[in-house]
């Protein structure tokens, strides 16, 4: 039995999928950053897409009120992401030791190295068992380095979860659409993915974009 459940709005990302009796979280955003507030309290697993903020950014507060959850991304976004979330961490009251989710408002460094070392990092097309018949297993996105499409298998259930990710290949990323990619897409019985790229009507090419980015003033020097 599969039930999806959104926890916060676009642009953030943090989705619960329930499969059978396994509660995952789909990445970690929310707009304050702190917990969403129809989180359950217990979660099996976090499974993280991007290293981006709009994907983790709720991360420390969420690992710290489920000390016993486990989290999966690949190398590159737990790399990444502890960079990223470390700078916007300023020096503050710990909150390692407090019972309440309502008490998570400030931050370290230290609880942020805590929850990023509890990570347990996978390679692409390396299936993953997470218990109760559940195997995961992570494949490129196109969207970010290290960016991920998961995919869940549960007897007849596959599914694929497909957040930020992209078809074309460009300078630091290959794209998603290679032959592996294909024919998961191809077997799934149940695809999740986001449209926030359906409202432009057109992408300019790679080329338009780079000239457009050496065009700026930032790197034209003027």
């Known amino acids: 039995m599969l039930q999806v459940t959104s926890l916060s709005c676009l642009p953030h990302n943090c989705l619960l999928v ?3 009796s396994l509660s995952i979280l789909l990445n970690a955003s929310t707009p304050d950053s702190l917990p969403p507030a129809n989180l359950p309290s217990h979660l ?5 897409s991007h290293s981006t903020p709009a994907y ?3 991360l420390p507060r969420i690992a710290l009120t489920h000390p016993h959850t486990q989290i999966y991304s690949t190398v590159p976004i737990s790399t990444l992401g502890r960079l990223s979330t470390l700078e916007s961490t300023p020096p503050g009251a710990t909150v390692t030791d407090v019972k309440s989710a309502d008490e ?3 931050l370290t460094p230290k609880d942020v190295e805590k929850v990023f070392d509890r990570i347990k990092t996978v390679r692409y097309s390396q299936p993953v068992i997470l218990g109760h018949g ?3 297993t992570a494949y490129p996105s196109g969207h970010t380095i290290g960016g991920t499409i998961w995919n869940l298998r549960k ?3 596959n599914v694929v979860v497909m957040l930020g990710w992209n078809h074309a ?3 630091i990323v290959r794209g998603m659409l290679d032959v592996k990619t294909l024919r998961l897409m191809e077997r799934a019985s149940c695809v999740i993915t986001d449209v926030r790229g359906s409202s432009i009507p057109q992408v300019p090419t790679r080329k338009v974009r780079e000239q457009f980015l050496i065009g700026t003033p930032f790197f034209s020097g003027e």
């Open 104 to 106: 998570y408002e400030y």
């Open 56 to 58: 983790i950014n709720a």
């Open 169 to 171: 290949k460009e300078r």
């Open 155 to 157: 007897d007849q259930e």
């Open 18 to 20: 329930t499969l059978d």
């Open 44 to 48: 099996d697993f976090i499974l993280l």
């Open 134 to 136: 559940v195997t995961v």
